[in-house]
């Protein structure tokens, strides 16, 4: 069957590759687009840096003088990219939870971690690791996509039987091509944020992914079968 992938170029590429390898045929037509962030220097040389996504590595500003500092990411897409940046120690965790537990386990309380972020990512690294010294630095921004890709976004929603719900900013985008709209499909949301504005709407089947992380959405889409989910409900997958 047909699936929408909505999240931003150039990394909906990589998904269409393994969605197609795994037998959907993707149709990419993002609904938002990545906008870097200004942010100030750290304070002091952290212990460690965690980056939630691979824009986070993307769009922040390194200093060659921490590439010897500890990085954790959430993933090995990540970990590779902060490696191809220049650091030198990286460690994948498969998700957040995995990531927060890595993190207590290894660092003293009091220790330095620079948090590299979207402007909307939750702050449960901080209220779970309340014992260290957390600095959060907001380096980038998902903005809906122009005229040109609105129109695009408009045809590929016919066409999809499902739909890939990468983030809640994309999830707005999509609710609202969704009103008036007949659509009916599943979607498959990374997140129950990203969930949450399609609860009302009647006829959609809605899956969320056991981890609000890549690997856990596609990892569920891979396996995922249409009569595991039924209409106007939340399922873990």
């Known amino acids: 069957m047909p699936i929408w992938i909505t999240r931003s170029a150039p990394d909906n590429l990589w998904t269409a590759r393994r969605l197609h390898r795994a037998g959907h045929r993707p149709l990419l037509a993002p609904v938002s687009e990545i906008q870097p962030l200004p942010h100030a220097p750290l304070d002091q040389p952290p212990h460690a840096i965690v980056f939630s996504s691979i824009h986070a590595v993307r769009n922040h500003v390194m200093d060659p003088a921490l590439a010897d500092t500890p990085v954790y990411a959430c993933g090995d897409r990540i970990a ?3 490696a191809a940046l220049g650091y030198l120690t990286t460690t994948s965790l498969g998700s957040e939870t995995a990531l927060i537990g890595f993190i207590a386990a290894t660092r003293a309380p009091g220790s330095r971690i620079a948090h590299y972020c979207s402007d909307y990512t939750s702050d449960r690294l901080q209220t779970a690791l309340a014992d260290l010294q957390i600095a959060r630095r907001q380096v980038y921004r998902t903005v809906p996509v122009g005229e040109a890709g ?6 590929t929603l016919p066409r999809a039987d499902r739909i890939l719900v990468h983030s809640a900013p994309a999830a707005a985008r999509i609710a609202a091509l969704l009103q008036g709209s ?43 079968h249409p009569s595991a989910a039924s209409p106007a409900t939340n399922d873990n997958c």
């Open 182 to 224: 007949n659509w009916t499909g599943t979607l498959h949301c990374i997140s129950p944020a990203s969930a949450a504005l399609f609860a009302d709407m009647p006829g959609l089947r809605i899956t969320i992914a056991a981890q609000p992380s890549e690997e856990s959405l596609l990892t569920a889409l891979e396996t995922f």
């Open 150 to 155: 609105l129109r695009i976004a408009e045809t």
């Open 80 to 82: 590779a990219a902060a």
